[in-house]
C-alpha cells in the first residue's frame, strides 16, 4: 500500500516553508503560485505513488527541454495555449463581448520587426524552388462592422520545408523571409503575395516528441499561417489560418484548429486571373476577412506579455 503524508500538518507546514509564506519579503503573487504548484506536485507523487526514478527522470527531462528550447513548443502540444484560449473565451462570454475571428494560440515562432508594407506585400523572396504561389487578400472590419483603414497586419508562416525564417535549421532562409507587417489601404484591404506553406512535425529527436511517443501522440501541425491584426480603438487579434485540404487540418497536435479558421483555398489557371495579379502561371487563392473586436472599458484584456524574438 502506497504510503500518503500530504495531508499531514508537517507536510502543510513545510509547503507554506518551501514557498516563502512565512517569509515577509519577495512577491505574494509568486509565492501564492509556487504554494499551488508545489502543492499540486506534492500531492500527485502521493496519490500516484510516484518513485524517486521516475522523478529524477522528469528533472532530466525539463533539463533537456530547456536545452533545447522547446518549452514554447511542449506548451501548445499539452494543450494549455488552447487552454488559456479558452479561458479567454469564457471571460469574454461573461463580459458579453462579441468576437468577429476567432482567436486562436500564438505559437512559439513570431520575430517582432518583420518589414512594413501598404496595402500589399511579397512575403517570398523566390529562393523556394518547390513553392506554389500564393495570393491572399482580405479587409480588416471593425467591431462593427466598417472597414477599418491603416490596421497592422501581421503576418508569417513556414515554408515548404516546415521551417520557419530565424529558426530554419538548414540556414537557408534570409532574415525576415515570408515574414510581413501590411498596413491596410484606405478601405481596410490588405494582400499579399508569397507560397503555399507546408505544415511540419516536431524534432523526431527533440524532448517534445519524447514525451508525444509517450502519450501515444503524434506531434505534426497543418499548414497554416499566423496573424497579428491591431487597429485603434480594438483589441489585438491573435490568429492563424489553416490549408485548407490539409490531410492534418482537423488532427493538429497544438490544438489551434478552430471553425471559422479554414477559408478556402482556390486554385487560380485562368488567364484574367493570372493577369490581373501581374504572374506568370497558375496560382492558390485564399480570400480572408479580419473582423476585429471592442475594447473592454477602453482596455484590451487579451493582450499577452510573453518572450519573443526581436530581430
Known amino acids: 500500500m502506497a504510503i500518503q503524508i500530504f495531508n499531514t500538518p508537517e507536510v502543510q507546514d513545510f509547503l507554506r516553508l518551501a514557498s516563502g509564506l512565512n517569509q515577509s519579503g519577495g512577491n505574494p503573487r509568486a509565492k501564492q503560485i509556487v504554494h499551488r504548484l508545489l502543492s499540486d506536485l506534492f500531492k500527485a507523487i502521493d496519490d500516484l505513488d510516484i518513485t524517486s526514478d521516475e522523478y529524477w527522470a522528469g528533472v532530466a527531462y525539463l533539463n533537456t527541454l530547456g536545452a ?3 518549452a514554447g513548443l511542449l506548451s501548445p502540444g499539452l494543450g494549455l495555449d488552447r487552454f488559456l484560449d479558452m479561458r479567454m473565451d469564457a471571460k469574454d462570454k461573461e463580459l458579453g463581448v462579441e468576437n468577429g475571428t476567432p482567436r486562436t494560440i500564438e505559437g512559439p515562432l513570431y520575430v517582432a520587426g518583420a518589414p512594413e508594407a501598404k496595402g500589399f506585400a511579397r512575403l517570398d523572396d523566390g529562393s523556394d524552388k ?3 504561389t500564393l495570393i491572399m487578400h482580405g479587409t480588416v472590419y471593425s467591431a462593427d462592422g466598417k472597414p477599418m483603414p491603416n490596421a497592422k497586419v ?3 508562416h513556414a515554408n515548404t520545408k516546415g521551417f520557419y525564417s530565424h529558426y530554419d535549421p538548414t540556414g537557408e532562409q534570409k532574415a525576415f523571409n515570408m515574414r510581413r507587417t501590411i498596413i491596410t489601404d484606405d478601405q481596410g484591404r490588405y494582400k499579399f503575395q508569397s ?3 507546408q505544415g511540419y512535425g516536431c524534432p523526431p529527436d527533440g524532448p517534445t516528441q519524447a514525451l508525444l511517443n509517450q502519450l501515444g501522440r503524434h506531434g505534426n501541425r497543418p499548414a497554416h499561417i499566423h496573424f497579428f491584426v491591431t ?4 483589441r489585438k487579434l491573435t490568429t492563424q489560418i489553416n490549408i485548407d485540404g490539409d490531410p492534418m487540418v482537423n488532427d493538429d497536435f497544438a490544438y489551434a ?3 471559422g479558421l479554414v477559408p478556402a483555398l482556390v486554385e487560380r ?6 493577369q490581373a495579379n501581374g504572374l506568370n502561371g497558375p496560382f492558390a487563392e485564399i480570400v480572408f476577412d479580419f473582423k476585429l473586436s471592442s475594447l473592454v472599458n477602453g482596455v484590451d484584456n487579451q493582450l499577452v506579455d510573453r518572450p519573443r524574438l526581436a530581430a
Open 154 to 156: 501581421e503576418v508569417w
Open 257 to 259: 484548429t478552430r471553425e
Open 231 to 234: 487597429a485603434e480603438g480594438h
Open 195 to 197: 507560397i503555399v506553406p
Open 68 to 70: 533545447r528550447g522547446e
Open 130 to 132: 518547390a513553392g506554389h
Open 269 to 274: 489557371t485562368d488567364a484574367a486571373s493570372i
